[in-house]
């Protein structure tokens, strides 16, 4: 709990300090809030009798409710901050407010306050017009999102360039472009990659770098000063983009490289992978430069295919990443072989059963279908010598790309398969015969 000290030698007593307390000057300006260096706190991050005011005191109180969860608590700290504010608009408090409001559920709340500090005029006020953007955003406002954000960008026009808002600025191009793809319509993208590099010229002009190549350094180094803040990776992408049309280097592709293997990492994490995903983490492997290592690349890309439903293609990718050449040539032989003419089938949970041991090439296995099976009506049982070995693989989750399922062959009169291959020692190839 914050107390005040009087600064001189005479005697005193101390006030605790609540909510509410009276703002004025009387009492010598004891209790003027703006009476910086008159009150005490005990934070362990502070140094010994580091003193602080009022304000100071609830906005940490309010930020240690904020990470404790306690998020009305909160509020009410930072209201008081805004009661001994006075008539200055304190938009950093009301932005933190908005967003306790926006934690708790009050969406009607947290938007007035971000109306109130996005109204305030001063020189980063884009900062605030941006956060309601986002805000709106959230709320799949689209429409109204991209408002906000437009009038952030021209604020933004309206100053002197600098490094801060040069990086809110392809922030802000970012959450534009998707909050149009968001709405359906048709992706403004090359509009607002224009809107950017303006950005960017102006802000190299002020930095007065006229050349080519130190536009695109700094470019670049923005770009990257944005990925390794841990924003989002389209950002900086959008970023090295325009570093390379300017003056591309073997470090920026590099750069680029690596930004788009981020983004495609928490895409796949997710579970969010489509099949542009993969132009993208081709390209990436297409400009990264010859001696840097393409494994954790060729992981990557075998992670994209495996949400696609390609596990073989998946596995060569990791056994590339991993530089298992020899594995690879066999694979690949194999591989052909499912071009040849026939029908071919993949055994599944073999694992379950005797494993791979029943299964040599040339073993003969007998099919045997069971309409009644209560999980698959088209299952087919797998057996050697009038024992279960497996089953006809039948669904995405155990069936390879290069054969046929159990439902493909119900038609088929076949009631047995010769065992060809074992593919990376976990899919058993047969041939109908």
């Given at each position: 709990?914050?107390?005040?000290?009087?600064?001189?030698?005479?005697?005193y007593?101390?006030?605790?300090?609540t909510?509410?307390?009276?703002?004025?000057?009387?009492?010598?300006?004891?209790?003027?809030?703006?009476?910086?260096g008159?009150?005490?706190?005990?934070?362990?991050?502070?140094?010994?009798?580091?003193?602080?005011?009022?304000s100071?005191?609830?906005?940490?109180?309010?930020?240690?409710?904020?990470?404790?969860?306690d998020?009305?608590?909160?509020?009410?700290?930072?209201?008081?901050?805004?009661?001994l504010?006075?008539?200055?608009?304190?938009c950093?408090?009301?932005?933190a407010?908005?967003?306790?409001?926006?934690?708790?559920?009050?969406y009607?709340?947290?938007?007035?306050?971000?109306?109130?500090?996005?109204?305030?005029?001063?020189?980063d006020s884009?900062k605030?017009?941006?956060?309601?953007?986002?805000?709106?955003?959230?709320?799949?406002?689209?429409?109204?999102?991209?408002?906000?954000?437009?009038?952030?960008?021209?604020?933004?026009?309206?100053?002197?360039?600098?490094?801060a808002?040069?990086?809110?600025?392809?922030?802000?191009?970012?959450?534009?472009?998707?909050?149009?793809?968001?709405l359906?319509?048709?992706?403004?993208?090359?509009?607002?990659?224009?809107?950017?590099?303006?950005?960017?010229?102006?802000y190299?002009?002020?930095k007065?770098?006229?050349d080519?190549?130190?536009?695109?350094?700094?470019?670049?180094?923005t770009?990257?000063?944005?990925?390794e803040?841990?924003?989002?990776?389209d950002?900086?992408?959008?970023?090295?983009?325009c570093a390379?049309?300017?003056?591309?280097?073997?470090?920026?592709?590099?750069?680029?490289?690596?930004?788009?293997?981020?983004?495609?990492?928490?895409?796949?994490?997710?579970?969010?992978?489509?099949?542009?995903?993969?132009?993208?983490?081709n390209?990436?492997?297409?400009?990264?430069?010859?001696?840097?290592d393409?494994?954790?690349?060729?992981?990557?890309?075998?992670?994209?295919?495996?949400?696609?439903?390609?596990?073989?293609?998946?596995?060569?990718?990791?056994?590339?990443?991993?530089?298992?050449?020899?594995?690879?040539?066999?694979?690949?032989?194999?591989?052909?072989?499912?071009?040849?003419?026939?029908?071919?089938?993949?055994?599944?949970?073999?694992?379950?059963?005797?494993?791979?041991?029943?299964?040599?090439?040339?073993?003969?296995?007998?099919?045997?279908?069971?309409?009644?099976?209560?999980?698959?009506?088209?299952?087919?049982?797998?057996?050697?010598?009038?024992?279960?070995?497996?089953?006809?693989?039948?669904?995405?989750?155990?069936?390879?790309?290069?054969?046929?399922?159990?439902t493909?062959?119900?038609?088929?009169n076949?009631?047995?398969?010769?065992?060809?291959?074992?593919?990376f020692?976990?899919?058993?190839?047969?041939?109908?015969?």
């Open positions: 709990m914050g107390i005040f000290f009087r600064d001189d030698d005479e005697e007593e101390p006030w605790r300090w909510l509410g307390d009276p703002v004025d000057d009387s009492n010598g300006g004891t209790m003027d809030p703006q009476n910086w008159h009150g005490y706190t005990e934070d362990e991050e502070d140094e010994p009798d580091h003193y602080i005011g009022r100071e005191y609830f906005f940490r109180q309010a930020k240690t409710c904020s990470i404790k969860g998020h009305k608590t909160a509020i009410k700290f930072y209201k008081e901050v805004l009661r504010s006075g008539p200055v608009a304190n950093e408090v009301m932005s407010i908005a967003d306790e409001y926006e934690t708790i559920g009050d009607a709340s947290a938007e007035e306050y971000w109306m109130r500090c996005s109204e305030v005029e001063r020189h884009y605030y017009i941006a956060g309601k953007g986002d805000f709106l955003y959230r709320r799949e406002r689209y429409g109204e999102a991209i408002g906000a954000y437009e009038e952030a960008l021209k604020d933004m026009d309206d100053g002197k360039m600098n490094l808002m040069l990086k809110c600025y392809a922030r802000t191009v970012h959450f534009i472009i998707i909050s149009y793809m968001c359906g319509e048709n992706n403004p993208k090359e509009k607002y990659h224009e809107e950017l590099k303006h950005a960017i010229n102006r190299i002009k002020a007065s770098f006229d080519d190549e130190t536009k695109a350094y700094y470019m670049s180094q770009a990257w000063e944005i990925y803040s841990g924003r989002m990776s950002e900086a992408l959008i970023l090295i983009d390379i049309k300017v003056h591309p280097t073997a470090n920026d592709y590099e750069r680029k490289a690596i930004f788009i293997k981020s983004k495609l990492k928490i895409e796949v994490l997710f579970n969010r992978i489509k099949p542009h995903h993969l132009d993208l983490i390209e990436a492997l297409k400009i990264l430069p010859d001696d840097c393409n494994g954790p690349y060729l992981n990557v890309k075998g992670d994209i295919l495996d949400q696609l439903g390609d596990p073989v293609k998946a596995r060569i990718c990791r056994a590339l990443a991993y530089k298992s050449y020899d594995e690879v040539n066999e694979v690949e032989k194999q591989l052909k072989k499912l071009k040849s003419a026939g029908t071919y089938i993949n055994i599944t949970g073999v694992h379950y059963y005797q494993g791979f041991t029943p299964f040599k090439e040339g073993t003969v296995v007998d099919l045997i279908r069971e309409p009644d099976n209560q999980h698959d009506p088209f299952a087919i049982r797998v057996e050697v010598n009038g024992e279960t070995v497996g089953y006809v693989a039948n669904n995405r989750y155990t069936l390879i790309k290069e054969v046929k399922s159990a493909d062959i119900k038609d088929s076949a009631t047995q398969a010769k065992v060809q291959f074992i593919l020692r976990e899919w058993v190839i047969a041939k109908l015969i």
